[in-house]
């Protein structure tokens, strides 16, 4: 069985965009909906705004193409009204784009009238040609015009579906017929004709194109999406055994070990665990129930020293030097959380493995970021003989890097260990 939120089956999917087009703005925000079909069908919303400006771009580059190709074949015949339709072609399309651009795209609430106004202008364009154009050249001038109808074509194919484009292709046919009668040229004429045939092939390949693209962008928005969701709940199942390996196991660990004295101090030492414990459950609480933190008043060092005053009560002694660091808030919240969590982490491991309580602890301005440097002078060990466990490979480096930063892990048998953390700017 699809597990729940997966999205609709492709097939089924493709049938609804051949059939609708890109679905409207969605009423309400979606990001954060578990429903993969929501979101895929928002996000495609949001970049469907934008695709309306590829057709805008082809006709303002095809009208140049088309009129250079019909003063190559006729000269200056005609050369009025197809040079006025070009021009006002040109740039009516050079201004759509660059409004679209600013606009944050074609809002659905605008389509409908937007895309009736196009093909109004393009109906109009074309019967002036039509009218106005020489009969001996007439055909080719329409040619010229017709280009804004094609354009008009691949955009209700886009934004309203295919059958939406079969329609406007079927009237296609008899308005063509008369744009040639407009002209004063019988249907029969071989040299109407011929351009008519190529006038509807055209349409014909603009609606062709128009699906294919509509295809590409929703199947492939949907599969971003897909990839997206997945990636974030791998990354939420990360931070859930982080949280675990922080705080529940470091804590348990903390409760496990033996000190002197505990049977002779035993209400003292009882009381001193469920302190523990009730601090440690009062933190899990609030990394699972309060929202992540988009910004902060305090300096990083500040944040820095609350670090090492939660890891005196494990009897650890930390120096922290920040002399030579100003703090002007140019890194990011994200970053500055991960960097803190790193340290938490560096720190514990001071306290398990190192065999000293003392630590000194150097935060620096370094390579465009923030480097702090976790030193003790304890027992070190070979990083060659022991792998790094889950604390250093994903509570210090993978943290890290997922914010574009990384950690380093210097250390020798009885010359201490040096942890250096960076992140950037």
């Known amino acids: 069985m699809p597990e729940a939120g997966s999205a609709a089956p492709p097939r089924a999917f493709v049938r609804t965009l051949l059939r609708s087009g890109t679905p409207a703005d969605p ?170 045939i190529g006038c509807m092939v055209a349409l014909a390949v603009a609606i062709v194109l128009a699906v294919a693209i509509l295809i590409l962008l929703g199947v492939g928005t949907r599969f971003a999406v897909d990839i997206g969701l997945r990636r974030g709940r791998e990354a939420e199942r990360r931070r859930t055994r982080r949280i675990m390996h922080d705080s529940v196991l470091q804590t348990l660990e903390a409760l496990a070990i033996s000190a002197p004295g505990d049977d002779a101090q035993a209400a003292t030492r009882l009381s001193e665990l469920r302190s523990v414990a009730k601090a440690e ?69 001071t306290v398990k493995h190192s065999g000293t309580k003392q630590v000194v602890l150097r935060v620096e301005e370094r390579d465009g970021g923030i480097a702090v440097v976790a030193r003790d002078q304890g027992l070190g060990f070979d990083v060659r003989d022991r792998p790094p466990g889950f604390g250093i490979s994903q509570s210090i480096m993978a943290r890290l890097a997922e914010v574009g930063g990384h950690g380093t892990v210097d250390s020798q048998p009885g010359r201490g260990t040096r942890v250096t953390m960076w992140v950037p700017g």
């Open 27 to 196: 009423a309400e925000p979606v990001a954060d909906s578990g429903d993969l079909t929501a979101v895929g069908d928002a996000t495609l919303a949001r970049a469907s705004r934008y695709w309306v400006a590829v057709p805008l771009a082809y006709r303002a580059a095809a009208f140049v193409k088309v009129f250079i190709g019909f003063t190559a074949a006729n000269g200056v015949l005609g050369l009025g009204p197809v040079l006025g339709a070009t021009v006002f072609a040109v740039a009516a399309n050079v201004a759509a784009v660059v409004w679209v651009l600013r606009a944050g795209g074609l809002r659905a609430r605008l389509t409908g009238r937007a895309l009736g106004l196009d093909l109004s202008l393009g109906v109009v364009l074309n019967l002036v040609v039509a009218v106005t154009a020489p009969p001996a050249i007439q055909p080719f001038a329409v040619d010229v015009s017709w280009t804004w109808l094609v354009g008009s074509v691949a955009m209700w194919a886009g934004t309203s579906g295919l059958p939406a484009a079969l329609w406007l292709f079927a009237a296609a046919v008899p308005f063509r017929a008369a744009l040639t009668l407009a002209g004063g040229l019988p249907l029969s004429h071989q040299l109407a004709l011929t351009r008519s």
């Open 281 to 349: 459950a009062a933190e899990l609480r609030r990394r699972i129930t309060e929202p992540v933190p988009t910004g902060s008043t305090r300096g990083f060092a500040v944040e820095l020293a609350d670090v090492a005053t939660e890891l005196a009560r494990d009897g650890l002694r930390t120096q922290l030097v920040a002399a030579d660091f100003a703090d002007d808030h140019k890194v990011s919240q994200d970053r500055r959380t991960a960097l803190c969590e790193a340290v938490r982490e560096a720190l514990r491991n």
